[in-house]
């Protein structure tokens, strides 16, 4: 159970076009989820706390007009990474907090070229 | 946010060989947890000890933990092929809303 489900799992887009990945909660309502970002070889970052019905909460330094952050339901969770540049390239991964714990989705490889 | 440290950055041992990783932290938390990555692939909950727990197991996993000097440690024991991945250490305290605090990680590399 608590299974996050997250797509595209790759993908690669021009410089200055937009993408969405998106997360969803498979066998379990997500009121709470979390968005991180990944460089080589490096920790998780968390971008921002997403929270369904409301708007996200980002961490400082996270620019919230380029990493729109969408929770329009209990089961679905969207990062849109808007006017995307190279230094965006990176591994997105997203969470959820459920009753026993958190759980994450598999992660999306972002290449902007 | 801040985070915590973990050591070794990496480590390479051999199959049968037993592993451990050593994870400092900053503030006062409620729980720590231990997290396996798959290179390019999400995280996978290994085990969560309280900060009442001093140790804890699972399978071939040993976590220990001690608030006095806001450290953890996690054993691999009969280490395999298979343990090769990231081991990340995160921390969670009621006080920051719900989230995992990462350390910085440690690459274990396991060769046969």
């Known amino acids: 159970g608590a299974v996050v489900s997250q797509h595209p799992s790759r993908v690669i887009c021009k410089s200055g076009t937009s993408v969405k990945i998106e997360c969803r909660s498979l066998?379990?309502?997500?009121?709470?989820m979390f968005w991180y970002r990944q460089f080589p070889k490096q920790s998780l970052m968390l971008m921002a706390t997403s929270n369904e019905g409301s708007k996200a909460t980002y961490e400082q330094g996270v620019e919230k007009d380029k990493f729109l952050i969408n929770h329009a339901s209990l089961t679905l969770s969207t990062l849109t990474v808007t006017s995307a540049h190279p230094e965006d390239s990176s591994f997105y991964i997203c969470?959820?907090?459920?009753?026993?714990?958190?759980?994450f989705g598999s992660g999306t490889r972002l290449t902007v070229v | 946010s801040q985070q915590g440290e973990e050591d070794p950055q990496a480590l390479s041992i051999q199959e049968g060989e037993n592993a451990t990783m050593n994870c400092s932290y900053k503030?006062?938390?409620?729980?720590l947890q231990w997290y396996r990555q798959n290179s390019g692939r999400g995280l996978v909950h290994l085990i969560l000890?309280?900060?009442?727990?001093r140790e804890k197991h699972s399978g071939r996993l040993r976590v220990t933990l001690d608030t006095s000097k806001k450290s953890s440690s996690l054993l691999i024991t009969a280490s395999r092929a298979a343990d090769t991945a990231s081991y990340f250490c995160a921390t969670y305290n009621t006080g920051t809303a719900s989230k995992l605090t990462f350390g910085t990680g440690t690459r274990l590399q396991v060769t046969l």
């Open positions: 969470s959820a907090r459920y009753m026993y714990g958190y759980t």
């Open positions: 503030t006062s938390i409620n729980n």
């Open positions: 066998d379990f309502q997500a009121t709470t």
């Open positions: 000890i309280r900060s009442n727990e």
